[in-house]
């Protein structure tokens, strides 16, 4: 998974007690960091030309660590429920944060019962978890919820978390008799944790939902979001995502929330495989 190309340049002071990094990009990002060693701590060679000291990889193990972006497996749970709760309701104080993260363990384990024929699935961002996890136990046919049967000890984190469904929700029914719409996936629950924000996890997750929905055999995927968060807005105009003029007085269907959010309905048709 290709990341941020990044130069890193070394310089010291005359006293040799400050070390200074310069991080780089093409982007505009710039960022400087700094500290104080002793100078035996420094680097310095024998004889022999070898360096005693450790090397920058070692100082700065992950300036940008990896990101694995998977389905949630059964050991993510109390971590999905974790950043969800962290995420929309960060006021929530003990024991009430408690409970509301049991409430959603239960929840995501029970998996919530969706009508016979359509899909759910939640999607995690890992951060510091191998690309390639080679130790996984379980049954691949094994789910409970939305969470796969497999479990793996080689894991990182989990930064970040995605819901997408063919349940059709918060879509417009279609019809007389109000039929439920297919070919459409639904995304959801979309958060990643305060501390890992602005590293690309949630474009990653949106990337990997809409290649769900088309495993799924879907044509569209949409989502709706709040209009007084604008920053979520251009993450998903970026991504392809279109505003949806919803007709005057028209009663489409939109997550229950607090009377005081107001949402926009955006979507995005997508290519077939």
């Given amino acids: 998974m290709a990341g941020v190309q990044l130069g890193l340049s070394a310089t010291t002071t005359k006293n040799n007690h400050l070390l200074k990094f310069s991080l780089s990009s093409s982007k505009p990002f710039r960022n400087t960091v700094e500290f104080s060693r002793s100078t035996s701590f420094l680097c310095s060679f024998n004889k022999s030309g070898i360096c005693r000291a450790s090397q920058t990889v070692e100082l700065f193990p992950s300036v940008i660590p ?15 429920a974790e950043t969800h709760c962290s995420s929309f309701f960060p006021d929530y104080t003990f024991p009430l944060d408690l409970a509301l993260r049991f409430d959603r363990v239960v929840g995501l384990l029970s998996g919530f ?75 959801s629950n979309v958060a990643v944790r305060e501390s890992d924000r602005r590293k690309g996890i949630a474009k990653r997750l949106v990337m990997k939902a809409e290649a769900q929905a088309r495993s799924w055999g879907c044509r569209a995927i949409a989502l709706h979001v709040d209009i007084k968060n604008p920053a979520a807005t251009r993450l998903y105009q970026n991504q392809g995502f279109k505003c949806i003029n919803v007709p005057e007085k028209a009663n489409w269907p939109q997550p229950r929330t607090s009377p005081d959010i107001h949402f926009n309905f955006m979507m995005k048709l997508l290519p077939s495989s």
């Fill in 113 to 187: 019962t969706i009508p016979n024929g359509c899909k759910r699935t939640c999607l995690v961002g890992v951060v510091g978890g191998p690309a390639d996890d080679k130790f996984l136990f379980g049954n691949e046919d094994f789910r409970v919820g939305s969470f796969d049967g497999k479990f793996s000890f080689n894991r990182g984190y989990v930064a970040g978390i995605l819901t997408v469904d063919t349940v059709a929700d918060f879509l417009p029914r279609k019809g007389p008799l109000r039929q439920r719409r297919t070919g459409i996936a639904y995304i």
């Fill in 66 to 80: 990896d990101i694995v972006v998977r389905e949630a497996r059964i050991e993510d749970c109390w971590e999905v």
